[in-house]
């Protein structure tokens, strides 16, 4: 056995600190008062003396755990890891931290739910499409406040935070109309997610509203390898898009890369507009225009609404849009 | 408030699921024997009665809590997520949930301790170059089991698992210098990170041994756009290297940018080599020649320290260096 020493109180730290006890309890309190020297000789005698205050025995007086659930599943698409360290950063601030549930693959998301339920989180964030609506329904029945992260679901009840996708299919249609394409594509993400819907949505109903050819499309599943076996086979054919959304910014890397290899020039032979800008849209080999989604913005107003539903500031449910915004760099040609 | 229902207790769902309540308490506890069918059915009734087995309660009576600190400072270092995802699901398997603990930016990690001990981690992993060695003895001495990752810590007796980094510098050395070049580079990751002063000891250290010139040496910081600019440098230089390592891939993908935009073509006019192998090595526009990291036996074997230490199994510090494999793509010309 790893040996224990004899349990420090907080008695012992607050006479080595020198101050009151509830001096020390105030120290290891997030969001208490308490003066920054008195802190940090609290902390000073608590390491000397390896003072460990509890926080599990203070959550069974509590019944707060301070622990927020992260559900994921794609942690390798590189929106998501921004997005991580954002939550754990911002929860960090209100005293939280966050317990990790990671998901295998496309499925038996549901199946963790019983012991996601065990370890007995204060709220859950659910960003994975493969989590059913019925699950976050369940959860909210249980009293666990549930905040969808990047997604909605149709006909739930259920809080949720995501870009105004729709828009933003949208915006890429009147973008490449106004620049004179009329033979347009989308690459397509996982089919039945609700960023994908929505973004396919946007653009095929405004290409339709302005009456121009119906976009080809092709599914790129979120995924490099996909979407560049994808976009080859859609840019290889006879009547080629002339300008091709990509409903993530992987897929437009591999689209591009698609493109190159087929001797087409981006973007004077072949737009390429994405929606995300992550770190690798600046990369040169890219220089990718893109719609930004508002991670930072879209992470505050989660844990915004995670804690407005654990305090009881808020009931019932609440859907945010937060709007993206484009990033010209030089993978389209602008009208 | 958010509404709490009466409490339901094992003995409750016991009755629903017709079976004994050693049954519903072995259901819900990791490692534990029982009949799948028997699980689905407690599950079933566990979940139809909103009961919450209480993990946090379990461990005020095992004093273990069954969470693991994985600290991180780089999230967005695209060898991290998968290294995150591996870990979450390792331990998943043996039980154990991941307490995410970030650390903003370069500074500042060892005051994030006491708080960190606060949350009764049952022991941590430290992947920051920023958590001093000084931590990691420190939490060894409060009784926290601790392993480092990816990193060692010099004069400590802290347990560690990494890559065999001097083999890999070695191993760069010796392609180069077969295949002919003599004129070599470096570019540098964190000056004082134990995985870059290792990769470049073995990498000098063997050019010398082979009395071949010096290699000229770029710091790039693990970061692209620091990288961008350093190799720029270098290879705008009157007697540029003709062949470069880059101590990781997203390193490697700056320099090959950086190279193409001073219209040198990689690998005739240069050779890039890196260590990592992270999933955009395999992109079209950089096809990478890299050192893989072997990250989930890295990951594998930090768990079994881990456990070894939680367990009392293992005793006194254990550094295990598991070797790189060099992946041939297209961006390195081969002996």
């Not at 007995?120 to 989590?131: E, G, H, K, P």
Request: charged share 25%; aromatic share 6%; net charge positive.
């Amino acid at each position: 056995m790893t040996t224990r020493r004899p349990r420090v109180t907080s008695t012992d730290v607050a006479r080595a600190a020198g101050v009151s006890q509830s001096a020390v309890s105030r120290a290891f309190t997030p969001g208490a008062s308490v003066a920054p020297k008195t802190r940090k000789r609290v902390v000073a005698a608590a390491t000397k003396l390896g003072y460990r205050p509890n926080a599990i025995a203070r959550s069974l007086i509590t019944r707060r755990t301070k622990l927020v659930g992260i559900v994921m599943a794609h942690l390798t698409n590189p929106f998501y890891p921004p997005v991580l360290e954002r939550f754990s950063r911002k929860l960090e601030e209100h005293g939280r931290r966050v317990l990790l549930i990671t998901l295998p693959g496309q499925s038996h998301g549901d199946a963790a739910l019983p012991e996601i339920l065990q370890y007995q989180v204060d709220s859950l964030v659910l960003t994975s499409a493969t989590l059913s609506s019925a699950m976050a329904e369940e959860c909210a029945r249980l009293g666990m406040p549930v905040v969808l992260f990047n997604r909605t679901a149709s006909r739930s009840r259920v809080s949720a935070v995501c870009c105004d996708n729709e828009a933003a299919g949208s915006l890429a249609a009147d973008l490449f109309l106004d620049a004179g394409d009329r033979h347009l594509g989308y690459l397509a993400g996982t089919a039945n997610s609700s960023t994908n819907l929505e973004r396919e949505r946007g653009f095929f109903d405004r290409v339709a509203a302005r009456k121009a050819p119906k976009p080809k499309r092709a599914a790129g599943d979120y995924d490099y390898e996909t979407a560049f076996a994808a976009s080859r086979a859609l840019l290889a054919a006879k009547s080629r898009p002339t300008a091709l959304l990509c409903a993530n910014d992987v897929m437009a890397f591999a689209a591009i890369d698609a493109a190159r290899g087929l001797g087409l020039r981006v973007p004077r032979d072949l737009s390429v507009l994405a929606v995300d800008d992550s770190a690798m849209a600046r990369w040169r080999a890219y220089d990718l225009t893109t719609i930004r989604q508002p991670v930072e913005a879209m992470v505050d107003a989660t844990v915004d609404l995670l804690l407005g539903l654990e305090e009881g500031r808020l009931t019932g449910s609440v859907v945010r849009r937060l709007p993206g915004e484009l990033i010209v760099r030089s993978s389209v040609r602008m009208p």
